[in-house]
């Protein structure tokens, strides 16, 4: 009778794991969703101000922080005439905790990366 | 010692109700089937069912990438704006243009080369990127575009297909190529001073 208990228990645990397991993988797409969001309202503000001054590479870059990247390189069209390709290009790294294998979980590092052209916005008047 | 028979009505009973050892009386399971039922329940409960979750989540991120680089290369066709047209009044974007700048961004935002195939193999569109539809619309007397949008100004209306390869959970479960094709469609505003302030 205990080792029925034990086996159980033991078979309870794997299934539990794998449900961890599985709900951890749709973690990197959120926190890649979230990223994106992020840096798209970065490359919208640099269309209309026709690149991204340092004021807001600097708030881009406490936004990123905050919501748990490290690892920020931020590099941007600082400047263009109106009507030129203005781009953002950011590289963060996130990292988590992940399960690896039968009950061992480790720390595990993930660089992504966000690189966007638009135009600086041009006003006929 | 002679044994008391107790009336039924003094018995307790350990258990009331249905149990499944009911069904074999004096078997109640064994530890194999317990692995089995465990392993049964992760292959064929658990691994679909997230298959399905993260197939849907990698679906909207992929649809919302495209989505972004649409309104970028639709914003971005200010660009074919006809100049001499636009400083006697009217606003019109000249076609051959307008197709080129657009091609041009959404190469520049999705890793696309010229014909609209992915660079490399790690690009987030496997399957490369078809324009379907890429139209102006002036949103006069209440216009609509082809899917029935209503358009009120100088719009772009932008529809395209990309394909982009489906999670491994999918292919080794339903089979298939791996390969799945979205559409996605933006109406996007051109901004227009003069048509604003109603001169």
């Not at chain 2, 649409?70 to 307008?98: F, H, K, Q, W």
Request: proline share 4%; net charge neutral.
């Amino acid at each position: 009778m205990p080792a029925r208990a034990i086996l159980t228990g033991f078979c309870l645990a794997v299934t539990v794991l794998f449900a961890v397991m599985l709900v951890e993988m749709m973690i990197p797409i959120g926190k890649k969703a979230d990223f994106s969001l992020i840096c798209s309202e970065y490359l919208s503000k640099m269309e209309y101000l026709n690149g991204l001054p340092e004021t807001e590479k600097q708030q881009l870059r406490q936004k990123l922080e905050a919501a748990g990247f490290r690892g920020i390189v931020i590099a941007g069209t600082a400047s263009a005439p109106k009507g030129s390709m203005l781009t953002l290009s950011v590289q963060v790294t996130c990292s988590r905790q992940d399960v690896v294998g039968l009950f061992i979980r480790n720390a595990r590092e993930t660089r992504m990366c966000y690189e966007k052209s638009t135009v600086a916005r041009k006003i006929y008047n | 010692m002679k044994k008391v028979q107790w009336p039924e009505k003094y018995i307790i009973r350990r258990r009331q109700g249905f149990a499944p050892e009911d069904l074999f009386p004096g078997k109640r399971g064994s530890m194999p089937m317990d692995v089995v039922l465990t392993g049964g329940l992760v292959i064929f409960i658990l691994l679909p069912l997230f298959a399905v979750i993260l197939e849907h989540a990698l679906l909207l991120a992929v649809r919302r990438e495209i989505s972004d680089a649409l309104d970028m290369s639709c914003l971005a066709v200010y660009e074919s704006i006809d100049v001499p047209e636009a400083s006697s009044g009217r606003v019109t974007l000249d076609a051959v243009n307008l197709e080129e700048v657009f091609r041009l961004y959404l190469q520049a935002n999705l890793s696309l080369d010229e014909n609209l195939a992915p660079l490399s193999a790690g690009s987030l569109l496997q399957g490369g990127l078809i324009i379907r539809e890429l139209d102006v619309l002036y949103g006069e007397d209440g216009e609509t575009c082809s899917l029935g949008n209503p358009v009120r100004r100088l719009t772009v209306h932008a529809v395209v297909a990309g394909s982009y390869a489906t999670g491994l959970f999918e292919r080794a479960i339903f089979g298939g190529e791996g390969i799945r094709t979205v559409m996605v469609h933006r109406d996007v505003e051109i901004p227009d001073d003069r048509r604003e302030a109603g001169l």
